[in-house]
């Protein structure tokens, strides 16, 4: 019997590729204002591009999107001779608009449904601010990578936030959309899995398949009554 749900936030209850891109505009237009050389020097494809190397670079952060931003936005900064105090402003820039997102259509009823019939915890790869975003009352608590130490698909994230709640792995369904590392992830950690396929994707056929199949909210709640 599943007795609470973590939930995936990127590409789960909202698409997060708008939200970035808008993110990084803002970071442009931040450096627009404030820092010129550095503007110049790395429009938004070069900050993109350096933030990819930056990531590659330090293989340790991977579970860490914020650090990486920061070391990003310094390195910049110090390349093109400008004060690196500003790195701060311009990640705030990047974060405030990153947790502007537009929910999907099913999310502003079909979460509080949900909320209301199991504990939530959100868990999550990204740096998205449910207290930002306004979603925070939903969840009894978000467990990030940053936060943890490690990513999924690792086992002791899942672990963790099944310790925090209080209940054992095999009463705990994650729900998200990524295959491998909420569907796979979780099923190694021996929680319960649901896909959430908004788009009408293919299964991977290296993965058994989920538990659980749903394009949205919705659906996922009728599968549970």
């Known amino acids: 019997m599943i007795r609470a749900i973590t939930l995936d936030l990127d590409d789960t209850l909202w698409a997060v590729a708008p939200a970035i891109q808008r993110a990084e505009q803002a970071v442009d237009d931040y450096l627009a204002r404030h820092c010129p050389q550095t503007r110049a020097r790395f429009p938004v494809a070069a900050m993109r591009a350096l933030r990819e190397r930056i990531a590659a670079e330090h293989p340790q952060l991977a579970h860490d999107f914020t650090t990486q931003r920061l070391l990003c936005l310094r390195h910049a900064l110090e390349e093109s001779g400008e004060d690196l105090a500003h790195a701060e402003g311009a990640f705030e820039a990047f974060f405030d608009a990153r947790n502007t997102v537009d929910l999907y259509a099913d999310v502003a009823e079909g979460l509080p449904q949900l909320a209301g019939r199991y504990p939530l915890a959100a868990l999550t790869n990204g740096n998205a601010d449910l207290a930002r975003i306004g979603l925070a009352a939903h969840f009894r608590f978000t467990l990030g990578a940053r ?79």
């Not at 095999?170 to 319960?192: N, T, Y």
């Not at 290296?206 to 919705?218: G, I, K």
């Open 147 to 225: 936060e943890h130490g490690a990513a999924k698909p690792d086992p002791s994230i899942f672990h963790a936030a099944c310790e925090r709640l209080g209940i054992e792995p095999s009463a705990v369904l994650h729900v998200g959309d990524d295959p491998q590392l909420d569907v796979e992830g979780a099923r190694r950690a021996g929680l319960r899995a649901c896909w959430i396929n908004r788009v009408g994707a293919r299964w991977p056929d290296d993965l058994a398949p989920p538990d659980l199949v749903a394009r949205d909210l919705p659906e996922l709640i009728s599968q549970l009554n």
